[in-house]
């Protein structure tokens, strides 16, 4: 006998939830026009851009650009580049809200809580231009205050800026020190959910606040951190340009020269359009790769994924 239920069509749903639908409208507009409609200049990275002729009309090449670009002497130094930025911001910088958020939840002070909320997120605002301003100052081995501190513990005069050994380093701690309060939100958020009986319940069994966090907050946290981490893999070579490239000099740029910064040096100021559309599309694939092996990988071990 069959069942008298039938399942929602998509014209059900529509109507069933519309309200929700033109709510969200106006984002799918502008992720299809902004994210989209620009995939069609994808075939750029297979053919000879002929700013005559336009997208469609240069000769067609096929792989000739990534073939170049994987024969090129840059290609090993900008991986390189490019893979250890990645790499140290996703170990250093991922884990450093779920820390935060875990110190911030243990406040019982509202007030203070709130202070201190206040405080870490007020970086996160800062510009760009104006941090990397705010780190050439501070960072001078002239007059900057970091600099003058390390000369008088008798370092010397250190230009952390413009040494190949401590760029990465400063990129990677001043990103923490933007976003780390910024990135907490989502975590604070999710132990915000925990049921205020579990902690009443450790209280009673005596359990001391590591082993709360521990056996209560972290576990609460798994998911999150899981869905974060999956999200995270899908950029992990596309290291932020515009800090990267406020930050270089003639002195760090044997380390600081990354995919990003590269594909706009050879697509913007050489105007070399579709080699610089191949490394790019190149770049994309990767990452996608990351992606989806990551979540395969989250699928497999915990049963929690993007798809």
């Not at 639908?21 to 851009?49: K, S």
């Amino acid at each position: 006998m069959k069942s008298a239920h039938k399942k929602p069509t998509v014209v059900n749903t529509f109507r069933r939830d519309y309200q929700l639908w033109i709510m969200i409208f106006p984002a799918i507009v502008v992720i299809f026009i902004f994210n989209y409609i620009p995939m069609y200049g994808i075939q750029l990275a297979f053919r000879d851009y002929d700013f005559s002729k336009g997208l469609t009309g240069g000769a067609w090449r096929g792989l000739f650009y990534f073939r170049q670009f994987f024969d090129s002497y840059m290609f090993a130094d900008l991986m390189k580049n490019t893979i250890a930025i990645s790499l140290a911001t996703v170990i250093l910088s991922f884990p450093a809200p779920i820390i935060l958020a875990l110190l911030i939840n243990q406040v019982r002070w509202k007030r203070a809580k709130k202070t201190l909320q206040t405080t870490v997120y007020l970086p996160h605002f800062i510009s760009i231009v104006v941090m990397v301003g705010l780190l050439n100052v501070l960072l001078s081995p002239n007059s900057g205050v970091i600099g003058h501190i390390l000369s008088s513990i008798g370092l010397g005069d250190i230009n952390l800026l413009g040494s190949t050994q401590t760029f990465v380093p400063v990129y990677v701690l001043s990103e923490i020190w933007q976003h780390c309060g910024w990135n907490s939100i989502i975590y604070l958020a999710a132990l915000s959910t925990v049921d205020p009986q579990l902690y009443d319940s450790s209280k009673i069994d005596g359990a001391s606040r590591w082993q709360t966090i521990k056996h209560v907050d972290i576990p609460a946290l798994i998911p999150t951190i899981i869905i974060l981490f999956v999200l995270s893999m899908g950029n992990v070579l596309s290291t932020g340009f515009e800090k990267v490239f406020l930050m270089q000099n003639a002195l760090n740029l044997p380390v600081s020269e990354v995919i990003a910064t590269y594909v706009y040096k050879i697509g913007i100021i050489s105007n070399q359009f579709s080699y610089s559309a191949a490394i790019g599309l190149f770049n994309t694939v990767i990452n996608f790769i990351f992606l989806y092996a990551m979540n395969l990988v989250a699928r497999k071990s915990s049963d929690i994924s993007l798809w």
